[in-house]
């Protein structure tokens, strides 16, 4: 994702999700306040895509970012994809420093994670958008809407990319590595 479409993510979650007063200074304007409760209430992608939310995140983005550009993703899946964004951002309430899998690798009470092990590889092994978006949106509200807001729509491209992707990228690049890999690091105190 290119520092455009960042800023237009965060901008827009920053308009759902912000007081009139928080946004003062920052130039935004607040969303219609039946915008957030109407994505949040969707249980499909496809719901997603009808809301007013969706379209106002939809709409502002530069149509090479809509298209994803050279991305593997088909043109006809970018829409699915960006709607997925909209649908699991509205759930995170603070904008965090940490990435979903270190978020979720972190101790909670007591000595164990946040988010268990098996229900962090069952996002990991989600084998269709439906599934990835239940699954998600899930791990987010299980972190009281506490992560990165920029990072996590990243990790759903990539996801997106990788799902529509027919050769395999290296597994280092791969964003179940690279979620496996942070969340151990921060499951051991090392992230």
Same mark, same amino acid.
């Given at each position: 994702?290119?520092?455009? !479409? @960042?800023? +237009? ?7 759902? &999700? ?24 969707? *249980?499909?992608? =496809?719901? /997603? &895509?009808?809301?007013? /939310? ?7 983005? =530069?149509? %090479? ?20 964004? /909209?649908?699991?951002? +509205?759930?995170?309430? *603070? %904008? ?7 978020? !979720? ?8 994670? +946040? +988010? ?10 989600? @084998?269709?958008?439906? =599934? ?37 990228? @290296? ?8 979620? /496996? ?11």
């Amino acid at each position: 994702m290119d520092d455009q !479409a @960042k800023q +237009v993510v965060l901008r827009w979650w920053q308009s759902m &999700m912000l007081s009139p007063e928080q946004l003062k200074g920052k130039g935004i304007q607040a969303a219609p306040s039946g915008y957030k409760a109407q994505l949040r209430r969707t *249980n499909s992608i =496809d719901e /997603a &895509m009808l809301t007013e /939310a969706f379209r106002s995140l939809w709409l502002a983005l =530069d149509d %090479n970012v809509t298209q994803l550009g050279q991305s593997p993703i088909r043109q006809s899946k970018a829409i699915e994809c960006w709607a997925a964004v /909209a649908a699991v951002l +509205v759930h995170v309430k *603070n %904008n965090s420093e940490h990435k979903l899998a270190v978020a !979720a690798g972190r101790k909670g009470d007591g000595d164990k994670s +946040v +988010v268990s092990e098996l229900r962090f590889s069952q996002l990991q092994n989600a @084998k269709t958008p439906a =599934d990835f978006l239940r699954r998600l949106r899930r791990i987010v509200q299980q972190l009281k809407g506490e992560v990165a807001v920029v990072n996590l729509a990243d990790n759903i491209l990539q996801w997106f990319a990788e799902h529509e992707q027919m050769r395999p990228r @290296k597994a280092d690049k791969r964003i179940s590595v690279q979620w /496996a890999m942070d969340y151990y690091r921060a499951a051991a105190g090392k992230a």
